[in-house]
């Protein structure tokens, strides 16, 4: 059974930064393309940013420049690094592949607020 378990979420001010990370029990991450998604209050959950195996990686035009995707293979698990925090990245942070092939872990809440 695959878990995806995320983490590294809180409370930051605005122009700060987090990083989160996913690990993954069940299957071998290096394998799958994976993403990060986030879900704000009232509003559907977006695919953010994903990372393919052999490292592409591709951004929603509102986190382009401020958020970075990676995965470290030797620890099954993807971070993202999210830097010059805005109000607006209020959410819930998900993992996942973008087809959503596995079912959702619990997420981690990031709050930018000042």
């Known amino acids: 059974q695959v878990q995806l378990v995320e983490s590294g979420g809180g409370l930051v001010q605005p122009g700060e930064s987090l990083r989160l990370s996913c690990t993954a029990s069940?299957?071998?991450?290096?394998?799958?393309?994976m993403g990060w998604y986030r879900q704000a209050p009232g509003k559907q959950r977006e695919l953010v940013a994903s990372?393919?195996?052999?490292?592409?990686?591709n951004y929603a035009d509102s986190v382009k420049g401020r958020f970075t995707i990676s995965r470290d293979n030797t620890k099954n698990t993807i971070y993202l690094q999210m830097s010059t925090l805005m109000p607006e990245d209020t959410a819930v942070y998900y993992c996942?592949?973008?087809?959503?092939?596995?079912?959702w872990g619990q997420g981690t809440q990031v709050t930018v607020s000042s």
């Open positions: 996942n592949t973008p087809t959503v092939a596995f079912s």
């Open positions: 069940g299957i071998t991450m290096r394998l799958w393309t």
């Open positions: 990372i393919t195996p052999s490292g592409n990686t």
